[in-house]
């Protein structure tokens, strides 16, 4: 007797494994789209790099370009107070200011200038939560969220050890929300942990010394159902933002390689 083989996945899943479905959006780095199709909509993707690097940019841009897009994009900052990230932004793009006088995103103040309980400037998880939830509660339409930054989040926490509990709630009411959403992160870890295996999407922003010319590099590190082999790839940063192109042979990433 031929015996029947158990189907171990449903319908449905299986049809959602097919890649013709998933929802590809353009994360705003230009170029990137020679490399790969685009990140799935919804999806959680982890910018970590040295400071200086473009992760707050690269946020932006995702923010700027989902705003043209006609989505609505709600951008928590916990590093840099709103008044620099707008003033980035209005350097970059000259129809910036437009769209903040227009209310085209929200931006959350948990920045060190932003009112909190205590005087100095410290948060616990609920007072976090609570700031978060108000404002996704209050724009449902919310397609694109920007956490920048984890790292400064973590330090901004009374007991940090509640960091994980509060990035497990962030994430889990963007997934909820099925909004894409970028986080960034300080540094490249030795160790990955928690937050590299949690999130669908890991990008690594670094730089390359080479003789005296020191190169920004830009690496998508883990990319769940995006068919991509790890590479390096030049990250330029330029006066309309950033692009990143296939890496100069003269540029061969010798040092960084070693970091992956
Ligand atoms: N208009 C521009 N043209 C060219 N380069 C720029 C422009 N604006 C910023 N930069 C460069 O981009 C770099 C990256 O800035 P960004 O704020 O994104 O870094 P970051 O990784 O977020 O740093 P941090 O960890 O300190 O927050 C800046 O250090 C600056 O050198
Ligand atoms: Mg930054």
Redesign the pocket.
Known sequence: MVRKKKQVFDEGYLKALNSKNIEWIDIGVKGLIDFIPGLPKGDAILVR?E????????ALQFMYTGIKNGETVVYITT?ETPETIIR?GA??WSDFPQMLQDKKFVIVNLSINASYASEFSLINKGEVMAIVLKVLDATPDVSRIVID?LSALERRLVDPSEFREVFMKLLLETKKRGATTIL?A?GIPKRPDIPEYLVDHLIY?DYQKHDVIWTRVFVLRKSRSVPLQPRILKLN???QGLWVEEIPISLKPVWFASKL
């Open positions: 790099g400071p200086g690097t473009g992760k707050t940019i690269l590093e980035t350097e970059l930054s960034t300080e922003l940063i330029e006066t």
